[in-house]
């Protein structure tokens, strides 16, 4: 008998957490802090984990390792297990949650955090098998993000599947995600169940156009994750200045912190790269651009609002719901010239997703700003696979049950309508706290 229950699947792409229940054992599967307007679950008591001896990290994206601290304030003591690039991107990402958060919005002190860094880890590698007394289980290169990994599980002879969040075929440096093996219950994410990417070629296309429209005249800012999509970024630039079509004059700037730690990361796992990737990396360190400025201080990125045209500006927040791109936002979005191009997915309730759905006024910092900045969106660089990626893969894994998490009702509702017209299956779409047996 296998029991899950779901902590963060409430029709939300952020939050996710489940717990699975064996007759000898239990463990978790990520531990995702809300973001948006789901952030204030956060606060849900979790003291009925905190017994839960094993945690599983998919990846170290915020939405699936956030509430760990949570976690070890309440009492959690297990053993994490997970890639080491995971663990160690991780560090940074908890640490940067910690310290943008405001002091009363905190749920856990600097105690709790480096509780959570004390917790003991076993490392795992893609490809290779292990086991946990009765449980087995495999770890498979998810594709998503330096890293990644999803999980297949098999118990006295039922085989259970979680898929992380799963890759878009085709990008830069990361693998694609592998194909999983067939199982008896799939527990897989549902983030772009309801359409299909642009090719990524087109879209690097696309990217290139926005940008090289807008630099003679302006500046461009691209709000991007720290952890993946910044990286990616200046792999495509160096891309172009390498084959001679980017200007002498043009700057690329990356104005995250935590981006450029991070990048330091990427040097260091070079097995985790593509093909193509590695054999950049085996020449010269493929992010690093002639005009690339990396920004250290606060009073260096403020000396970009002085700047008018030929700059790229590459800062987080990827959703706009703070660091450092809404301050450059806040003096650019007036002016026409400029380009704010969007990179990756923006949740409900945050600052992006308002300007994506084509606000006219927003608020940023101080007050109500109007929306004359050119505004491009281009969704085949997500990490996350889409609609036919999502379908291939669960035919893959040839699932009695497929229970889908990790995405908005509308998406998860798609996507249950296309599993069911391929095949008859078992489709569930759990809610927050729901517990099912499979």
């Given amino acids: 008998m296998i029991k899950i229950k779901f902590f963060g699947a409430a029709g939300t792409v952020t939050g996710s957490m489940h717990l699975v229940r064996l007759p000898e054992l239990s463990f978790l599967v990520d531990a995702g802090y809300f973001q948006g307007i789901f952030s204030e679950l956060n606060a849900e008591p979790l003291e009925e984990l905190r017994k839960v001896p094993f945690l599983f990290l998919t990846h170290a994206h915020l939405d699936h390792i ?17 890639h080491r690039a995971t663990w160690e991107i991780g560090r940074y990402i908890l640490e940067d949650a910690f310290h943008l958060m405001e002091e009363d919005e905190r749920l856990y002190d600097l105690e709790d955090l480096r509780r959570t860094f004390s917790l003991p880890v076993k490392f795992v590698r893609c490809g290779e098998e292990y086991s946990i ?3 087995k289980f495999r770890v498979r290169d998810a594709g998503h993000i330096l890293g990644s990994a999803f999980y297949e599980y098999e118990y006295r002879g039922k085989r259970f599947t979680f898929s992380g969040d799963l890759g878009n075929t085709g990008k830069p440096i990361v693998r694609d995600p592998q194909m999983p093996s067939k199982t008896d219950v799939v527990v897989v994410e549902s983030t772009y169940g309801d359409r299909v990417h642009r090719p990524f070629e087109e879209s690097v296309e696309e ?32 891309g172009w200045e390498d084959s001679g079509e980017w200007p002498e004059d043009w700057r690329v700037v990356l104005d995250s912190p935590l981006a450029t730690k991070i990048l330091t990361e990427f040097l260091k796992f070079p097995e985790c790269y593509d093909e193509e990737a590695y054999a950049r990396f085996l020449r010269e360190n493929p992010f690093r651009l002639k005009n690339l400025l990396i920004t250290r201080t606060k009073e260096e990125s403020k000396q970009l609002n002085h700047v008018r045209k030929g700059y790229v500006i590459v800062a987080g927040s990827g959703m706009l719901n703070g660091g450092r791109a809404i301050h450059h936002l806040k003096h650019m979005v007036e002016d026409p010239r400029n380009a704010l191009i969007f990179v990756g997915y923006q949740a409900k309730g945050t600052l992006g997703r308002e300007i994506v759905d084509g606000e006219e006024k927003v608020w940023i910092l101080d007050r109500f700003y109007d929306v004359n900045i050119r505004v491009y969106t281009i969704n085949g660089f997500s990490s996350h696979a889409d609609r036919r990626e999502l379908l291939n893969w669960i035919d893959s894994a040839d699932p009695d049950t497929v229970i889908l998490v990790h995405g908005e009702d509308e998406a998860r509702e798609a996507l249950k309508e296309g599993i069911l017209e391929r095949k008859r299956r078992n489709v569930l779409t759990p809610t927050l706290y729901d517990e099912l047996e499979v």
């Avoid at 956030?66 to 997970?82: A, E, H, M, W, Y």
């Avoid at 005249?217 to 970024?233: H, I």
């Fill in 66 to 82: 956030g509430r760990l601290p949570i976690l070890v304030k309440s009492g959690f003591r297990g053993t994490v297990i997970t």
């Fill in 133 to 135: 007394g009765p449980l």
């Fill in 207 to 238: 990217l290139k156009e926005a940008v090289f429209s807008t630099l003679p005249n302006g500046k461009a800012l691209v709000p991007a994750f720290a952890l993946e999509r910044a990286q990616e970024l200046l792999y495509i630039f160096k």
